[in-house]
């Protein structure tokens, strides 16, 4: 079949100017070597010494044909016969990770269906079975089941809101459902940032590999200083090479720049990092309600503060947690206002995700 090669970065032109033409065939364009790209013609396209072709020339080859539509039609013919419900409907991809969990009938065959998904999906690089969320960390405990390269290596970069983070879904807890929260985070942040008249020093006891800092160190002038950290080793080695990142063209360094690996309820026993954030981030989601009195002593009491956290709660009690909220920050010595905890999403039967949110004005 005959296909006209071209310089890769010429192959958007010609495919908008053969489909146009009526001269472009349905079976896909293929890679050549010395980076070219092969358009597919059909019966309709000029001969090869046409004008029309600018001096490109036009190549025989056997034209792509179309995969399996869906990775379970690459499992071996004898485990294509078994129930349907056998397999998993549904999987989580993390970068170029792809983490599925496998019911018990699948488990004899998890070979195969890791490699059947690894052959469908060419953006992935390793497939991994989920074997649910283990330890204080809350991290995935991951198998590897199908890869390519050489090492199954669990660590890899996701890219949100045109940045890139490094996650590692095995050694440390993202999230991205949280995604449009990281956003509103950033809205909410700058508006507050306004209000004050100055750019913020901004706290996050828990914040993994960090994915709620690249919004805020793009936005020009948001950010003065940071206070950053997590209780997990693995956590902060990811969380200070993504600042590293992230922080390479400012024009300012921050000041202050803590990174620190402790329990955020220890934050208060050290003077480098209470008395200095105008805002705090805090996503422990079961927790998150528990640690604010330990949390309280990083704010800048010369200013008003905002805080903003997440938290997993029973539904039922969720009329009374704006009232508690206001209660904490007024055994802390402050005044709350514009104050709201609101549904996310549920989580359970009984219980759902919130997100909270109130302006200190300290005593």
């Known amino acids: 079949m005959r296909h006209l090669s071209v310089p890769s970065d010429q192959t958007q032109v010609w495919l908008e100017r053969c489909r146009a033409e009526g001269w472009l065939a349905p079976t896909g364009v293929m890679a050549l070597e010395n980076g070219r790209r092969a358009v597919p013609l059909n019966e309709h396209a000029p001969e090869a010494n046409d004008p029309c072709w600018s001096g490109l020339l036009v190549v025989d080859l056997e034209p792509m044909t179309k995969g399996p539509a869906h990775w379970k039609e690459r499992l071996p013919p004898a485990l294509q016969q078994l129930p349907d419900e056998t397999w998993p ?42 074997k649910g969320v283990m330890g204080d960390f809350r991290v995935r405990e991951l198998e590897p089941l199908a890869w390519r390269g050489d090492e199954p290596s669990t660590q890899t970069e996701i890219r949100e809101h045109g940045h890139r983070i490094l996650v590692d879904p095995s050694k440390v807890y993202f999230s991205s459902r949280l995604s ?43 950010i003065s200083g940071m206070l950053a950290g997590d209780l997990n080793p693995s956590a902060v080695e990811l969380l200070e090479a993504n600042l590293e990142r ?4 400012r024009d300012a360094p921050l000041a202050p720049a803590e990174v620190v690996c402790e329990d955020a309820r220890a934050w208060k026993n050290q003077d480098r990092l209470c008395g200095r954030a105008h805002a705090l981030l805090v996503n422990l989601p079961h927790d998150s309600f528990e640690h604010l009195p330990d949390l309280f002593p990083v704010f800048d009491r010369s200013n008003t503060s905002l805080l903003r956290g997440w938290a997993i709660v029973e ?15 007024a055994s802390a010595g402050g005044t709350a206002s514009e104050t709201h905890v609101s549904e996310i999403k549920g989580f359970s039967t009984t219980r759902c995700f919130v997100v909270f949110q109130t302006t200190i004005t300290w005593d």
């Open 89 to 130: 409907s549904a999987y989580e991809i993390q970068g170029d990770v792809l983490m599925v969990k496998l019911e018990e009938a699948a488990l004899a065959h998890k070979k195969a269906v890791g490699q059947a998904m690894l052959d469908q999906l060419s953006s992935v690089r390793l497939v991994c079975a989920d």
């Open 246 to 249: 992230w922080t390479m063209k």
């Open 315 to 329: 539904r039922d009690s969720l009329p009374g947690r704006t009232d508690r909220l206001k209660r904490l920050v």
């Open 180 to 222: 449009t929260q990281r956003m509103e985070t950033l809205q909410q942040l700058r508006a507050f940032s306004n209000q004050l008249g100055r750019p913020l020093v901004v706290a996050d006891p828990y914040a993994g590999a960090g994915p709620a800092f690249p919004l805020l160190l793009a936005e020009a002038g948001l």
